[in-house]
């Protein structure tokens, strides 16, 4: 692999929109850095690159919302979209290539690489191995943003002095282990090759009747797009799953105000309704404490949760539009759901192909797959015939790169099934605390939906050492495929290591929120500040990060841990676990998975980078009937760090 160096000081995997984020602000701050970016995708923008993008599909934002705080969507793509529309896909994957070719990233960009594995050597930072992914796929000249196409070569690997981690949590798709599906005799694509081949299955004549199995999105999505084109479509939804998802449109009605509902999300006193373990970092924590820890205010929040999940059901019609489409009301109160709260951005109202018969719904399990046919469990009527199936069942929620030894995934706070009997013990204390913390804080919170053990079980090929080929995994049939239980993403703020020492290794968009773009610039200055040692601790938190404790120490540990509350472990500990009890109905017993509670954490990060949270003027009362903070109101953040970095030295 001669374009690839043997060595880098900054290693960034994915060129997703907080791969390419992070990438800037690095260079912004640190010119003479040497950055390099591999992504497995034969084009830059993760979600959004060229080959996922299919006529129609669409991001959930509108003009406004999906753009940089310091590059103007219409400026980069002028006429591309008008106000009040959604942003088609491919403007979204032309906005994030001109972001990069911008900001000179492109030249950095090394595609259809994939990083396997990762492991630390002590003299040289990271040891990662890389291989080829399939196919002829165009890298970026060295001297240029051109791209040229290179031939597969074999496993090479590189060091970097720092290793930032941007796969995102949309990069391995859940294998589709179905009993019988190797045998399936239909095309069967998860989500992930859907979106690549969408439009053969559109144009092709022997595809008629399609099945979509799934509740979330990517469903609505996959079922929409086949029904507006004519095809029919059999919509399993799972009946022991979380069934279907919120759908709301753009604009609600909140009362007499019809609200967006993207920025609904970012105006402070709504936020105050909101359960949250890092509420308080926004400066209204005795308002916070009154809705939350008050008769009253309990009262208050229960019914604005009711009201709101009721209007949504309302405005869109789930109760009149039918019984086909009444299959679609959401099985709990919108509280516990968290970005599984989406948006209709369709042309055409989706209920319609429900209402004519063009998409038949059912609230079934699937029982197997056999020849042709889906044999659904307890169903008296004759199994589905389908032309094709789409499998819209979730992705793996780890980084997809494997990091090595196994020992240390407790210490980097990454997805696993391989704690030792200690670690999970450690973890496990530290969590039943931060439980009883939650709990106490929030008691609503104790009343939510139940977590079944499936919720954090994934299958996987039955041999997945590294020595396996990527062909021999896929030869591996679903059904042979042995599950794991993985545990959650456990990271300090939702981006560092809990419990190493070195300051080497970041995560970045492991978590699910609304302000997705901001939200990644925000954290990509704050892996910054956190890698080069510019990150003031909070408040009687240690410099750096502990590391697990021994046997002999950890029942002291643990007490001391609870008795102070600012330790980087604990405080992980309440991350996590917050999002178990908050978001149930969504993936919080995964990752981070917040809506209402988004400004508060930008508040968060802010207030570690020693930045001004308040940011619309006039103190408080700014910040109460100052509307909707929009990326805007963030301008120039990077500059401002490093200016008060400047001045401090």
Not at 366 to 392: H, N, Q, T, Y
Not at 437 to 455: A, C, N, T, V
Not at 459 to 484: F, G, V
Request: charged fraction near 20%.
């Amino acid at each position: 692999m001669a374009d690839l160096p043997h060595h880098t000081d900054v290693l960034i995997i994915g060129a997703g929109i907080q791969g390419l984020v992070a990438a800037k602000t690095y260079l912004q701050l640190s010119p003479a850095t040497s950055i390099l970016i591999l992504d497995s995708q034969s084009s830059v923008g993760g979600v959004w690159a060229k080959e996922n993008c299919y006529p129609g599909l669409k991001t959930n934002n509108q003009l406004g919302t999906f753009e940089f705080t310091d590059f103007d969507l219409l400026d980069a793509c002028p006429g591309a979209v008008k106000k009040g529309e959604h942003i088609p896909g491919e403007v979204a994957y032309e906005y994030l290539y001109k972001y990069a070719e911008s900001f000179d990233l492109l030249k950095r960009v090394r595609l259809s690489y994939k990083a396997v594995t990762a492991e630390h050597v002590s003299d040289e930072g990271w040891k990662v191995t890389i291989i080829r992914t399939p196919g002829d796929s165009p890298v970026p000249k060295a001297d240029s943003g051109d791209l040229i196409t290179l031939p597969s070569t074999p496993t090479t690997t590189l060091t970097a002095s720092k290793l930032l981690v941007c796969t995102g949590l949309t990069s391995t798709p859940l294998p589709i282990s179905l009993p019988g599906s190797s045998s399936y005799i239909p095309p069967l694509l998860n989500s992930h090759d859907f979106r690549r081949q969408a439009p053969k299955l559109f144009c092709s004549p022997t595809i008629n009747h399609v099945a979509i199995y799934g509740g979330g999105k990517s469903a609505y999505d996959a079922v929409y797009a086949f029904a507006s084109r004519g095809k029919k479509v059999t919509w399993i939804i799972r009946e022991s799953g979380h069934g279907p998802n919120y759908m709301a449109p753009a604009h609600i009605y909140l009362g007499p105000f019809l609200c967006w509902l993207e920025l609904l999300v970012t105006r402070r006193p709504l936020g105050w309704l909101s359960p949250c373990i890092w509420g308080d970092s926004d400066g209204f924590g005795s308002i916070r404490r009154f809705f939350h820890n008050t008769r009253i205010g309990r009262f208050i929040v229960k019914n604005f949760w009711k009201k709101l999940g009721g209007d949504v059901i309302a405005q869109t019609g789930l109760r009149q539009k039918g019984p086909e489409v009444e299959k679609l009301i959401p099985r709990e109160e919108a509280l516990w759901y968290g970005t599984g709260v989406s948006i209709m951005n369709y042309e055409e109202d989706i209920h319609q192909y429900l209402q004519d018969g063009t998409v038949k719904v059912v609230r079934k399990d699937i029982e197997r797959l056999e020849g042709r046919k889906i044999f659904l469990k307890g169903a008296a009527s004759e199994p589905v015939k389908a032309d094709a199936m789409i499998c819209s069942t979730g992705w793996r929620w780890d980084s997809g790169v494997e990091f090595l030894p196994k020992s240390e995934h407790a210490h980097l706070g990454i997805p696993s099934a391989e704690y030792t009997p200690m670690q999970t013990e450690q973890w496990a204390d530290l969590e039943a605390q931060a439980d009883l913390e939650i709990l106490k804080r929030f008691p609503i919170l104790g009343h939510g939906p139940s977590i079944s053990k499936e919720d954090v079980t994934v299958p996987r090929p039955a041999n997945t050492s590294i020595a396996t080929t990527a062909t021999e995994k896929l030869k591996a049939e679903p059904e042979k495929q042995r599950k794991e239980q993985l545990t959650p993403w456990r990271l300090f703020r939702g981006i560092a290591p809990p419990a190493n020492p070195q300051r080497d290794l970041v995560f970045l968009g492991m978590m699910s929120s609304f302000q997705t773009i901001l939200r990644d610039e925000m954290a990509a200055l704050w892996a910054y500040a956190y890698l080069n040692y510019a990150l003031a601790p909070p408040a009687g938190l240690s410099t750096h990060p502990p590391s697990l404790v021994s046997p002999e120490q950890h029942a002291k540990e643990v007490r001391n841990v609870v008795e102070s509350r600012n330790n980087w472990l604990y405080e992980t500990a309440l991350f996590s676990r917050f999002g178990r009890w908050r978001y149930p109905m969504g993936y919080g017993a995964r990752f981070p998975d917040f809506v209402f509670d988004g400004m508060a954490y930008f508040d968060l990060l802010m207030g570690d980078l020693g930045l001004q949270r308040w940011r619309k003027g006039w103190g408080w009362v700014g910040e109460v009937f100052g509307g909707a903070y929009i990326p805007g109101d963030y301008t120039g953040f990077v500059e401002e760090w490093r200016s008060k970095e400047k001045m401090s030295t």
